[in-house]
């Protein structure tokens, strides 16, 4: 088992920028696959980035060049740097933590862009 405690979220103007954190309660160092997610109100979640152990990432179309993630192994630590935010990013964000066995889950913390 796992906990992740994601951080960093809030109200922002479309333009803004805003980095999101995700604490996982053990090492990551091993964890081949992070992960942020989100869902915006009335639909699926979906996949917004990823970040391996090996150091490579792939994003989603829709944040590309917009978004960046990170990850900080000695801190436990993925981060999400969220830029030129669009009302179409609110929603809620969700960590991931994959290994073999399965996907572990954060509760998610709520970003909302206005416009």
């Known amino acids: 088992q796992v906990q992740l405690v994601e951080s960093g979220g809030g109200l922002v103007q479309a333009g803004g920028s805003l980095r999101l954190s995700c604490a996982a309660s053990?090492?990551?160092?091993?964890?081949?696959?992070m992960g942020w997610h989100r869902q915006a109100p009335g639909k699926q979640r979906e996949l917004v980035a990823t970040?391996?152990?090996?150091?490579?990432?792939n994003y989603a179309d829709s944040v590309k060049g917009r978004f960046t993630i990170s990850r900080d192994n000695a801190k436990n630590t993925v981060y999400l740097q969220m830029n030129s935010l669009k009302p179409e990013d609110t929603g809620v964000y969700y960590c991931?933590?994959?290994?073999?066995?399965?996907?572990?889950w954060g509760k998610g913390t709520l970003v909302t862009v206005s416009s």
């Open positions: 991931a933590y994959t290994i073999p066995t399965g996907t572990f």
């Open positions: 053990r090492s990551i160092f091993s964890v081949r696959t």
């Open positions: 970040t391996t152990n090996g150091g490579s990432t």
